[in-house]
């Protein structure tokens, strides 16, 4: 199916991907980290792609050991260094949400506040259904359909350039889930002022009756609620 996007004069553009069978919640979670990692990039808070700059990075440390020099002498690769273990935190903590609770929605804010961000970037999950893994889609083949639809929407290029900026990520979870890193906002309404892109993800095809309904669908909203990572991200240009 071909991605929707409306125009980017408009209020709220979005692309929309719909998976041919369930997905994993092991999917999911790997959709909301390779998003966050993209905007980072494409949104000029990372010099590199994560895995590129992650290479490059422990690159300069062995470089470094090989020379006698300390790694961290070198501002930019201490820089590096920082940001990268920042975001694999987040990335970790993600894994553990994900592991503890259906999500249905993730935010990225990019700029401002978690109020009144410059930018924020949605995952909707609502439309997924959760098989589990001998029955669900395979993870990379879904990304690869995720990413496509960004490429053909083209959502990013006609963007003016963000300066450094710090990146937030929010993201709704039960509220007795036991999570204990991400806090609590029981009161958090999503910011209607910004640019906002929304990337709805959802399931159709043949779908296994032991596979869980679509997300909106399993527990009343009543029981979710929006968490934040305790963490600010900042950006990092070389």
């Known amino acids: 199916m ?4 409306s125009g980017l004069a408009a209020a709220c553009p979005s692309v929309s991907v719909v998976f041919p069978g369930p ?3 092991e999917s999911c979670c790997r959709f ?4 966050l990692k993209h905007v980072l990039h494409q949104r000029h808070q990372l010099p590199l792609p994560y895995e590129q700059l992650a290479y490059f990075c422990r690159r300069a440390m062995q470089d470094g050991d090989l020379i006698k020099k300390p790694p961290s002498v070198d501002p930019a690769s201490k820089k590096c260094q920082q940001v990268l273990m920042e975001l694999e935190g987040v990335l970790q903590h993600l894994e553990v949400m994900f592991s503890l609770t259906l ?3 993730v935010l990225i804010l990019l700029g401002g506040n978690v109020m ?3 930018e924020l970037y949605e995952l909707n999950l609502e439309g997924i259904y959760e098989g589990c893994a001998e029955e669900s889609l395979k993870t990379a083949s879904c990304v690869r359909k995720l990413f496509h ?3 053909v929407a083209d959502v990013f290029s006609e963007l003016k350039a963000l300066p450094v900026v710090g990146t937030v990520v ?3 979870g039960h509220r007795d889930c036991g999570v204990d890193w991400f806090r609590p906002k029981l009161n958090y309404k999503v910011p209607t002022r910004g640019r906002k892109l929304t990337v709805n993800l959802s399931c159709n095809g043949v779908i296994n009756v032991s596979s869980s309904p679509p ?3 399993t527990s009343t909203w009543e029981d979710y609620v929006w968490f934040q990572a305790p963490v600010t991200l900042k950006g990092f240009r070389e």
């Open 32 to 35: 909301a980290c390779e998003l």
């Open 215 to 217: 997300q909106h669908v």
């Open 2 to 5: 071909r991605p929707q996007r």
């Open 149 to 151: 639809a960004l490429f």
């Open 170 to 172: 929010m993201l709704q």
């Open 116 to 118: 009144s961000p410059k």
């Open 23 to 25: 997905v994993s919640r």
């Open 103 to 105: 999500v249905p929605r």
